[in-house]
Structure formats: structure tokens, C-alpha cells
């Protein structure tokens, strides 16, 4: 199933879809399954899903969110997409999980057409 949105901005976090669970528990109590992607301090690429984004996000900035990113701090959101089923968001996970750099900036970049192109292996030419 695709994503119901996906971000690239951070900043844009207070226009989020809000599912009808969280509007009867009210504003505060948003959770967000998501997949996303984060940016540590020594530049790599942490990719995780959740089901709710900004306990997750609270839960990495203090060193609590996974053993890779608590030796990689400060991180940075730098892409999500969000899902109506926990299963989506692991499956979309995984699958960027096996990305290349150049792959998972491209997504990062808003710049979908070049994702087909990055997926395919490059392989030697033999010499003449």
C-alpha cells in the first residue's frame, strides 16, 4: 500500500495528516506510523519505521533509540512517509534499508524520477 503522505521537510510537521484516533484523543496525542529516514552526525543514513513518529524521534535524540544512532548523535530527520498499517511502513523499511546512498538522497531529495536509474547494478565492462 502506498504512503498516505510523504515529507521532506521537517518544518512542515504541524501540517500533518491527523488520523481520526488522534483527533478524539485531541492535538496532542498524535501517532504517527511511519516509515523515515534520518541523517546522523557523522552523515550516514539511519532508516526506521514506527507507529508513533515523535516519541521515536524523542526516543533517538536521547540516545535511546537504537544502538546505531546513540554513536551517531545528533541526528536529523531529513524524510518520512506515512501509513495507515504498521506492516507497510516495516516493508517500505527494508526496502530502502538495501538502497544505495546515492538512492536514498535521491528519495531524500524529492527527486523520484532518478530512483529507477539508481537501482540498477553497474557492472565492469570487460576490456576490449
Same mark, same amino acid.
Given at each position: ?75 536529523? #530527520? ?12 516495516? #516493508? ?25 536509474? #539508481? ?10
Amino acid at each position: 500500500m502506498p504512503p498516505k503522505a510523504v515529507y521532506r521537510d521537517p518544518a512542515r510537521a504541524d501540517d500533518l495528516w491527523m488520523p481520526a484516533a488522534a483527533q478524539r484523543r485531541g492535538r496532542d496525542d498524535v501517532r504517527m506510523i511511519a516509515c523515515y529516514i534520518l541523517r546522523c552526525a557523522d552523515l550516514s543514513y539511519y532508516v526506521g519505521s514506527t507507529r508513533n513518529l515523535e516519541h521515536r524521534l524523542e526516543q533517538h535524540a536521547s540516545g535511546m533509540g537504537s544502538a546505531y544512532t546513540a554513536k551517531r548523535l545528533p541526528v536529523e #530527520l531529513m524524510w518520512f512517509a506515512e501509513f495507515d498499517r504498521i506492516d507497510d511502513a516495516y #516493508l517500505l523499511e527494508k526496502r530502502i534499508q538495501g538502497w544505495s546512498r546515492a538512492k536514498r538522497e535521491a528519495l531524500i531529495a524529492g527527486r523520484f524520477n532518478d530512483l529507477p536509474a #539508481l537501482s540498477r547494478k553497474k557492472f565492469p565492462r570487460a576490456a576490449g
